[in-house]
């Protein structure tokens, strides 16, 4: 079905479809209208989860643990400060192996208070266990949160997938969406540690050094094996709904003697750019990194590169320049902008390209230009 | 008397320390609760005595989970077996760090929302797993390694937190009455909603007496009144037998300090805070029961 949607009412429609049995949830904008969405579906009979209000996100994804070691389908959306805060339960839902699925609405961190886009907020859950998925359209955020579920539940993966979209630039803005008959898509969940009071065990008890590192080798090896998966999920999707993605979005990559890579909706917006530089005779490609963990092989050789990072390690340098810099041996021109909401237009992301030093940093907006 | 089950769900040779009253508890609530059972802990004292993996010593299922997360991982496990039709007992086994301090959000937060579980805390007045360091809960007076002086401040009063949600069934118990604590845990487990039980459980290395007295250490504390064992049901405030002799005429309450190296050389204000504290709950509670308040 053809219709209209904003970013977070295209993450609850898939909900809706996907059905959780528990949705535990706690407002923060610009997540809101999505945990609102859902409590309307619920309410309406749309949706029979059972949807618990609760009353911080600690205590959200706590609840999205006790509820998905019984076996039961969950999800929460939350964002910014609301993922920090539950960050040490982040970590436990990867530990406790539980294919829950989170949309985080990228957002800044304070202070000062700013409730614009920005992938901080996310990407200091990088090295948490979680699967990261960065979107940049409606029908993306909509088809991806669908597949979330399939790749999170998957007995080869087994671990949670957040589902990151940009607050406001995409959260908030509406563009046509084609929902689908999900028909067997998602198999119904099958979680083979769920609790069994028949057949009594410990979780997450106390564990030694040698089975402890065990089982973090294990988070690993099934963060590598989730790589098919999430192929052939994929490929079960086009193949299905007639559209497909993959670990980047590629655009006009083939012939190009520059790469532009971002995420989210900034890579949306740099295709545009890509255009216009086409026009002028430049031979520059879009990539944009969906898939943030587990992070993609990226064939980057022979051409300039430019990242546009929307965070920052301080100290260090932008996080995806710095992934791009280790596992593609590049030297891209590092360009830091979106912090905050901060506009960054086509225009402007044509300018980093033509502009590029590689090598070096860039914050837009504050360095000197050239 | 009550008849107890024979069945234990608590095995023998636990790594508790000797005289360990929180494992009585734990093994009467066991009892009382039955097999289709789960336990959701936060770190605390039973944490350790469970055992190390892959080892348990529990025979119902033990979902462990982080110190401030219990009572809202029960909410969302509660609320997933309710959707799955399945009438699994969810209860909250936690001390009292991980209730009356770093637990008590989710704590107000699930019983605001109504969640069918029973929240248990076994409250030995002090953080024991880490080594006796003050919690909330920790009596005015009493030593412990973060206030080598004695404690200045008074003991949190989780109960009238808890009743300030308005529970269908709150109560409290000491591990020194075990029937008390069996009826009681029976009697929550047949209410639906959220139910909250509190424990006192006398801890031999945190409170400095020999391991032997730890029942003996149980009843003084009832005796002297300085617990009280009441429940409320529906709103309605009942104090226990124990405690009703103890108000009539109570023992002095130097009979249960004294052998607690915890209160040596604890100063007469202390003191006379500690039973000035004592006889308030115990008006409160009388004009509870009475319906006066």
Redesign the interface.
């Known amino acids: 079905m053809l219709t209209i949607a904003t970013g977070n009412k295209a993450v609850a429609a898939a909900v809706k479809q996907v059905s959780p049995?528990?949705i535990?949830a706690y407002p923060i904008t610009p997540q809101t209208e999505i945990v609102e969405q859902i409590a309307e579906y619920v309410t309406n009979g749309e949706l029979k989860s059972?949807y618990?209000?609760?009353?911080?996100e600690?205590?959200?994804m706590?609840?999205?643990?006790?509820?998905?070691?019984?076996?039961?389908r969950?999800f929460t959306a939350t964002s910014s400060h609301g993922l920090l805060y539950m960050h040490?339960?982040v970590n436990?839902a990867a530990g406790g192996r539980l294919p829950i699925v989170m949309a985080n609405v990228n957002r800044a961190l304070g202070p000062g208070w700013n409730i614009w886009a920005e992938h901080t907020d996310s990407m200091q859950e990088r090295d948490t266990g979680w699967l990261q998925v960065y979107v940049s359209t409606v029908q993306e955020a909509y088809d991806t949160t669908l597949m979330a579920f399939r790749i999170a539940e998957h007995h080869e993966v087994l671990l949670p997938v957040m589902v990151n979209l940009d607050g406001f630039s995409l959260s908030h803005i509406n563009q046509s969406l084609e929902t689908v008959e999900l028909g067997d898509f998602i198999p119904p969940l099958r979680l083979p540690h769920a609790?069994?009071?028949k057949n009594?065990?410990?979780?997450?008890?106390?564990?030694?050094p040698e089975?402890y590192f065990k089982f973090r080798w294990d988070i690993e090896r099934s963060m590598r094996d989730s790589v098919k998966v999430i192929e052939s999920t994929e490929k079960d999707f086009s193949q299905r709904f007639g559209r497909s993605y993959g670990f980047t979005d590629d655009y006009q990559c083939e012939d190009a003697d520059v790469v532009i890579v971002s995420m989210g909706t900034i890579g949306k917006e740099a295709e545009v750019a890509i255009d216009l530089l086409r026009k002028e005779g430049i031979r520059a490609g879009s990539m944009r990194i969906r898939w943030f963990r587990p992070f993609p092989k990226l064939d980057l050789s022979g051409r300039d590169v430019v990242v546009i990072d929307r965070d920052y390690s301080f100290g260090y340098g932008g996080i995806l320049a710095e992934a791009v810099r280790s596992t593609c041996r590049a030297e891209p021109y590092s360009v830091i902008a979106g912090l905050g909401g901060q506009e960054v237009t086509y225009d402007d992301i044509a300018g980093f390209i033509q502009g590029r030093r590689p090598g070096e940093e860039y914050w837009f907006g504050v360095t000197p230009d050239v | 008397m009550t008849e107890i089950p024979k069945e234990e769900y608590l095995f023998k040779c636990t790594s508790a320390c000797a005289g360990c009253s929180s494992s009585l508890v734990l093994r009467y609530v066991l009892k009382a609760a039955g097999?289709?059972?789960?336990l959701?802990m936060p770190a605390c004292c039973t944490?350790?005595i469970?055992?190390?993996?892959?080892?348990?010593a529990?025979?119902?299922?033990?979902?462990?989970?982080?110190f401030?997360?219990?009572?809202?991982?029960?909410?969302?496990?509660?609320?997933?077996?309710?959707?799955?039709k399945k009438a699994?007992n969810v209860i909250v086994y936690a001390g009292d760090g991980g209730t009356v301090d770093i637990g008590i959000?989710?704590l107000?937060?699930a019983f605001?929302?109504r969640t069918d579980f029973l929240y248990i805390c076994y409250d030995n007045e002090a953080y024991g797993n880490t080594g006796m360091q003050r919690s909330g809960a920790t009596p005015t007076g009493a030593r412990t390694t973060t206030t080598p002086g004695g404690k200045p401040d008074t003991k949190k009063d989780i109960d009238r937190i808890v009743e300030a949600h308005d529970p269908p069934y709150m109560a409290t118990a000491c591990s020194a009455y075990p029937h008390d604590l069996f009826k009681k845990v029976t009697k929550a487990l047949s209410i639906r909603g959220p139910k909250f039980i509190h424990v006192l459980a006398p801890c031999p290395p945190g409170w400095r007496y020999p391991t032997e007295q730890t029942v003996e250490m149980g009843k003084l504390a009832v005796k002297t009144g300085m617990w009280v064992l009441f429940e409320r049901e529906y709103g309605k405030v009942t104090i226990n037998g124990p405690s009703k002799a103890a108000m009539i005429k109570p023992l002095p309450i130097e009979e249960y300090l004294g052998p607690q190296g915890r209160f040596k050389g604890i100063s007469r204000e202390a003191v006379d805070a500690l039973v000035s504290l004592a006889r308030r709950n115990a008006k409160r509670l009388s004009l509870q029961e009475e319906g006066v308040c």
């Open positions: 049995e528990v535990a059972q618990i209000p609760v009353e911080s600690h205590s959200a706590a609840a999205c643990i006790g509820a998905s070691i019984t076996g039961a969950t040490e339960m436990w609790i069994d009071v009594p065990r410990g979780y997450g008890p106390l564990t030694g089975e | 097999p289709d059972t789960v959701v944490s350790v469970q055992g190390i993996y892959p080892n348990t529990m025979n119902v299922p033990v979902y462990n989970v982080a401030a997360a219990a009572a809202a991982c029960a909410s969302g496990m509660s609320a997933a077996f309710r959707a799955g699994t959000q989710a107000s937060g605001e929302r």
